[in-house]
């Protein structure tokens, strides 16, 4: 598995610690895995030291405001899911205050912090959990380079994860396997369904001498240089273990609900009481284990007669979250198209004004607004919702890249995780995974057959708040004297369609035909020319079907 892996995760088998000096000192590095319970990094590096080090590195790059970007946040993320993060520290340094510890928050490149702190504290053991994520892929090799040089042991276990995603590849001939089912019969039973997870502690090693490293406590978000009204509403979801473990508790207590989940069948529309468990952030700062999480599921499943099975039971999420991780492990490039051998070749449009206004709410399509500005407030929405902007995006109706939908729910959602991301967005494109690109979503029916009054909708656009109800899916059909009463007026208070759907999706449709045709020509191997060309000739088709509209159009004398 060395092609895949450049940095290599620890063995779980924690019995050789205690052959280690005791009385030496440990750091855990806390990047993801924000969590006392279920932390094996945690109880290795607890064991036998006589100090322990808690630490979380703050990147500026991550972590402080940057105003050119369009909405609050950083350069890398929105202001929602540094809060969500800011409060998983918090609780997390609580957590650690109660046990006789606390966390050390220091300010800079992670790598560079790191090695100064193995420098000054001479510990004798570096902790981490192991992260398949490219960005701390790189990171690690930096920080286990040093670590390794200067005889420091450094225990890296896969907790992020139910499996290791390096042998699950193995298994399969050293690829990735490219579709649920085959995932699901290659994986098999994590090996921690049945063991016996360390959820608690009476007390941790104390803190030794930090010397002047410029240690702090977990800062706040103005401390960090944000504003107090940064956003007019914020995300309704807090961060931390505490909360997971809560949510955990709450989602699970209604057994029977557990047994019958059912994914396709949420509604989306469903915002005061969300139709998902909303835990997806927590798994994705590591505030609550996964395995855990599995264990969890499959002693209710044990109580209950019947129960739904993966992929579309609650389990099956988790094993979706699996797959995503895995495949984007063991494929190179898996957050682009280019050079990216499971990723179709397509000629997206170009268009920074569609972009924009697709991102910031102003389709014209209120189903389609509604969920984006959920988005931009929340840093969440519904799994269905989320499937229903994608689609409109790239192959329903605007033709847009799918990478740049990708980096907009990277910056806002709260849940943004790196392989999850970007392997949906291949697959609602049509890009990867997923070839049926007939079946789109449509902008106005799809939220209609769940929210028929329109309560979504005139929740998170007020403007539209007085339109009756038969016109709040497609405002601009209601008579200027209904847009007078409801006090908007279509073209003024609220965008007119961009598009015209049913046009726009049979285009879309067209297209993708003509480029899956293209790349089954090429067998996958489409060149940049092979692209330049058919996008082109689709500029041509597109300039032609607007002269024939045009010419269409009655003329008024």
């Given at each position: 598995?060395?092609?895949?892996?450049?940095?290599?995760?620890?063995?779980?088998?924690?019995?050789?610690?205690?052959?280690?000096?005791?009385?030496?000192?440990?750091?855990?590095?806390?990047?993801?895995?924000?969590?006392?319970?279920?932390?094996?990094?945690?109880?290795?590096?607890?064991?036998?030291?006589?100090?322990?080090?808690?630490?979380?590195?703050?990147?500026?790059?991550?972590?402080?405001?940057?105003?050119?970007?369009?909405?609050?946040?950083?350069?890398?993320?929105?202001?929602?899911?540094?809060?969500?993060?800011?409060?998983?520290?918090?609780?997390?340094?609580?957590?650690?205050?109660?046990?006789?510890?606390?966390?050390?928050?220091?300010?800079?490149?992670?790598?560079?912090?790191?090695?100064?702190?193995?420098?000054?504290?001479?510990?004798?053991?570096?902790?981490?959990?192991?992260?398949?994520?490219?960005?701390?892929?790189?990171?690690?090799?930096?920080?286990?380079?040093?670590?390794?040089?200067?005889?420091?042991?450094?225990?890296?276990?896969?907790?992020?994860?139910?499996?290791?995603?390096?042998?699950?590849?193995?298994?399969?001939?050293?690829?990735?396997?490219?579709?649920?089912?085959?995932?699901?019969?290659?994986?098999?039973?994590?090996?921690?369904?049945?063991?016996?997870?360390?959820?608690?502690?009476?007390?941790?090693?104390?803190?030794?001498?930090?010397?002047?490293?410029?240690?702090?406590?977990?800062?706040?978000?103005?401390?960090?240089?944000?504003?107090?009204?940064e956003q007019a509403e914020w995300t309704p979801f807090r961060g931390g273990e505490s909360?997971?473990?809560?949510?955990?508790?709450?989602?699970?207590?209604?057994?029977?609900?557990?047994?019958?989940?059912?994914?396709?069948?949420?509604?989306?529309?469903?915002?005061?009481?969300?139709?998902?468990?909303?835990?997806?952030?927590?798994?994705k700062f590591g505030c609550l284990s996964s395995r855990y999480f599995y264990q969890c599921?499959?002693?209710?499943?044990?109580?209950?007669?019947?129960?739904?099975?993966?992929?579309?039971?609650?389990?099956?999420?988790?094993?979706?979250?699996?797959?995503?991780?895995?495949?984007?492990?063991?494929?190179?490039?898996?957050?682009?198209?280019?050079?990216?051998?499971?990723?179709?070749?397509?000629?997206?449009?170009?268009?920074?004004?569609?972009?924009?206004?697709?991102?910031?709410?102003?389709?014209?399509?209120?189903?389609?607004?509604?969920?984006?500005?959920?988005?931009?407030?929340?840093?969440w929405m519904h799994h269905l919702a989320r499937h229903c902007v994608a689609c409109f995006?790239?192959?329903?109706?605007?033709?847009?890249?799918?990478?740049?939908?990708?980096?907009?729910?990277?910056?806002?959602?709260?849940?943004?995780?790196?392989?999850?991301?970007?392997?949906?967005?291949?697959?609602?494109?049509?890009?990867?995974?997923?070839?049926?690109?007939?079946?789109?979503?449509?902008?106005?029916?799809?939220?209609?057959?769940?929210?028929?009054?329109?309560?979504?909708?005139?929740?998170?656009?007020?403007?539209?708040?007085?339109?009756?109800?038969?016109?709040?899916?497609?405002?601009?059909?209601?008579?200027?004297?209904?847009?007078?009463?409801?006090?908007?007026?279509?073209?003024?208070?609220?965008?007119?369609?961009?598009?015209?759907?049913?046009?726009?999706?049979?285009?879309?449709?067209?297209?993708?035909?003509?480029?899956?045709?293209?790349?089954?020509?090429?067998?996958?191997?489409?060149?940049?020319?092979?692209?330049?060309?058919?996008?082109?000739?689709?500029?041509?088709?597109?300039?032609?079907?607007?002269?024939?509209?045009?010419?269409?159009?009655?003329?008024?004398?």
């Amino acid at each position: 598995m060395r092609g895949f892996s450049i940095c290599s995760p620890s063995s779980y088998r924690l019995n050789p610690i205690t052959s280690m000096a005791s009385g030496s000192g440990s750091l855990i590095w806390f990047r993801k895995g924000l969590r006392v319970h279920d932390n094996p990094a945690l109880e290795y590096a607890s064991k036998t030291s006589q100090f322990l080090y808690p630490v979380f590195v703050i990147d500026p790059h991550y972590m402080e405001p940057d105003p050119s970007t369009f909405s609050p946040g950083s350069s890398l993320a929105g202001v929602n899911r540094i809060r969500f993060l800011l409060e998983s520290l918090k609780d997390l340094d609580s957590s650690l205050k109660k046990l006789g510890s606390r966390l050390l928050i220091l300010k800079g490149e992670p790598s560079e912090v790191l090695v100064r702190c193995l420098q000054e504290w001479k510990v004798k053991r570096l902790c981490f959990e192991y992260d398949t994520n490219p960005y701390y892929q790189a990171l690690d090799v930096k920080v286990k380079d040093y670590a390794s040089s200067s005889g420091i042991e450094v225990f890296s276990p896969v907790s992020h994860t139910l499996f290791n995603s390096s042998d699950i590849i193995e298994k399969n001939g050293g690829k990735p396997p490219l579709s649920y089912q085959s995932f699901l019969k290659i994986a098999g039973v994590p090996s921690s369904a049945k063991s016996e997870l360390v959820m608690s502690y009476s007390s941790l090693p104390p803190i030794g001498d930090v010397g002047n490293l410029g240690i702090s406590e977990v800062p706040t978000l103005e401390e960090l240089g944000y504003r107090d009204d940064e956003q007019a509403e914020w995300t309704p979801f807090r961060g931390g273990e505490s909360e997971a473990l809560n949510r955990l508790t709450k989602s699970l207590s209604d057994k029977a609900w557990v047994a019958n989940f059912e994914k396709p069948k949420g509604d989306p529309s469903a915002f005061l009481k969300p139709a998902t468990t909303v835990l997806s952030p927590y798994l994705k700062f590591g505030c609550l284990s996964s395995r855990y999480f599995y264990q969890c599921l499959q002693n209710i499943y044990k109580d209950v007669k019947k129960h739904t099975s993966p992929p579309v039971s609650l389990l099956g999420q988790l094993m979706w979250r699996e797959f995503f991780y895995t495949t984007a492990f063991g494929t190179p490039n898996f957050d682009k198209m280019k050079g990216n051998r499971i990723c179709k070749q397509i000629p997206w449009n170009e268009d920074h004004a569609m972009l924009a206004a697709w991102r910031d709410g102003k389709t014209g399509y209120p189903w389609i607004d509604a969920i984006m500005v959920q988005l931009r407030k929340w840093g969440w929405m519904h799994h269905l919702a989320r499937h229903c902007v994608a689609c409109f995006l790239t192959r329903g109706d605007l033709f847009i890249h799918w990478e740049q939908g990708r980096d907009v729910f990277e910056r806002l959602l709260i849940d943004s995780d790196w392989a999850i991301n970007n392997g949906n967005w291949m697959w609602l494109s049509c890009s990867s995974f997923f070839y049926q690109y007939n079946r789109i979503y449509s902008p106005i029916s799809f939220g209609k057959k769940y929210d028929p009054d329109g309560k979504y909708i005139r929740h998170f656009l007020p403007v539209l708040k007085d339109m009756p109800k038969q016109y709040i899916y497609e405002p601009w059909t209601a008579p200027l004297s209904v847009q007078t009463k409801a006090n908007c007026i279509v073209g003024k208070d609220y965008p007119k369609p961009m598009v015209l759907h049913d046009s726009a999706s049979k285009e879309c449709k067209r297209k993708m035909g003509e480029t899956y045709a293209l790349n089954k020509k090429m067998t996958g191997k489409v060149g940049d020319e092979d692209l330049r060309d058919l996008r082109r000739k689709f500029q041509k088709d597109d300039e032609h079907e607007e002269s024939k509209i045009r010419n269409q159009r009655p003329r008024i004398n």
